[in-house]
C-alpha cells in the first residue's frame, strides 16, 4: 500500500514550492503519494500551522517543518517504513 506524505503549505510559499519540489524528485526513489493541503483554506490549520510552513507529515506524525532538509526526509522515510523504489 502507497504512503501518502501530506504537504501543509499555502499559496506563494517558495519554501513550500521548494518542499513539494524535493517531494516530487523523492518520488523516484521512493513509494509514496503526495497530498497538498492549503492551511489557508482552515481556519483550524492557520491557527495550529501560522508561519511555521511548510510542515510534512508521513503517517500521522510530522516530520519536518520549515526549511527542509533532504537527508531529514530520508530518514523520515525509513523510520516511517516508505517502500523504497529500487
Known sequence: M??????????RCHLCEE???????????WDF??????IDQ???LIEKYGITIPVIEI?????AAG?????SIIEAFSRKN???IS
Not at 503517517?59 to 516530520?63: F, L, R, T
Open 82 to 84: 516508505v517502500g523504497f
Open 19 to 29: 518542499a513539494k519540489s524535493l517531494l516530487e524528485k523523492l518520488q523516484h526513489q
Open 42 to 44: 482552515d481556519d483550524v
Open 2 to 11: 502507497q504512503t501518502t506524505v501530506k504537504l501543509y503549505m499555502r499559496q
Open 67 to 71: 526549511i527542509i532538509h533532504k537527508n
Open 59 to 63: 503517517k500521522g506524525e510530522e516530520v
Open 33 to 38: 503519494e503526495i497530498t497538498e493541503v492549503d
